[in-house]
């Protein structure tokens, strides 16, 4: 059985309701293990620190106490999109403890080298796409 991304419905950069200036790209967030209490993107708050950070890029107080509402609110008014480049692992099994195991952790090691059958999130081709017209001068 695969492990899909967590929040499947939001890697997709073409359905935003808004235009962002800034792209935060990350790996993949598993739907499983249990422990795996994001409400959204970076929102395992216990050891990331990300809502704190993002903010105070922009001269802002940190939201890691505020709800996943709050932070997409956030994104929106500062114009920011996040996602992953991942969007399932085809040859992860919710039985196999060691896959659990890898997949509950926050580094991407295990996840470069105990899975061979990864799933790009296909807006990485539209951000690939992006990236090679405006560097050959054709306007997207």
């Keep these: 059985m695969a492990c899909n ?24 967030n598993p739907e499983w293990p249990e422990g ?15 809502w704190d950070l993002l903010p105070r890029m922009f001269d802002d107080e940190g939201l890691r106490s505020q709800t996943h509402i709050q932070w997409k609110i956030y ?16 040859d992860a099994h919710p039985q196999n403890e060691e896959h659990r195991k890898i997949l509950g952790e926050y ?4 996840l470069a080298s105990k899975f061979g059958q990864q799933v790009a999130n296909p807006s990485g081709r539209l951000l690939r796409n992006i990236v090679c017209n405006k560097e050959s001068g054709v306007e997207s």
């Excluded at 939001?10 to 200036?21: A, G, T």
């Excluded at 994104?75 to 085809?90: G, M």
């Excluded at 580094?107 to 295990?110: F, L, M, Q, R, V």
């Design 36 to 50: 795996n209490y994001a409400e959204w993107f970076y929102g395992r708050v216990d050891n990331n620190y990300f």
């Design 107 to 110: 580094t991407d090691t295990g």
């Design 5 to 28: 991304h967590k929040f499947q419905q939001d890697l997709n950069l073409q359905i935003l309701d808004h235009m962002p200036k800034t792209l935060i790209v990350g790996t993949f």
């Design 75 to 90: 994104c929106r008014k500062k114009e920011v999109a996040l996602t992953d480049l991942l969007s399932v692992i085809l």
